[in-house]
């Protein structure tokens, strides 16, 4: 799947052809990286069910966004954020 952004040079133009929707490009992601991308739009969607989030706040966003976050499995080992992790296998 792919991301459509709008530039502002684009402002004013009409689109040529058909429009589709949006798209996240998921290409060579884990299984489990794919699926909590989906967990996250399901979970928008049933906010207005309309597809779009309807928070009335920015609390009340930070709160839907730590509960989604609680509702993964916890991992009791760090996450290695050193830059040779980060990089590794890329020749540097």
Same mark, same amino acid.
């Given at each position: ?30 299984? &489990? ?11 928008? #969607? +049933?906010?207005?069910? =309309? @597809? $779009? ?16 976050? &609680? ?11 050193? #830059? +040779?992790?980060?990089? =590794? @296998? $890329?020749?540097?």
């Amino acid at each position: 799947m792919t991301c459509t952004l709008k530039s502002d040079m684009l402002e004013g133009m009409e689109p040529q052809g058909p429009q589709s929707k949006p798209e996240i490009d998921v290409t060579g992601l884990p299984e &489990e990286a794919i699926r909590a991308v989906q967990s996250v739009i399901s979970a928008f #969607r +049933e906010q207005t069910g =309309a @597809g $779009r989030p309807g928070f009335s706040s920015r609390e009340e966003w930070a709160k839907a966004i730590k509960r989604w976050a &609680e509702s993964h499995p916890k991992i009791d080992k760090p996450a290695d954020d050193s #830059r +040779e992790s980060i990089y =590794a @296998g $890329r020749g540097e």
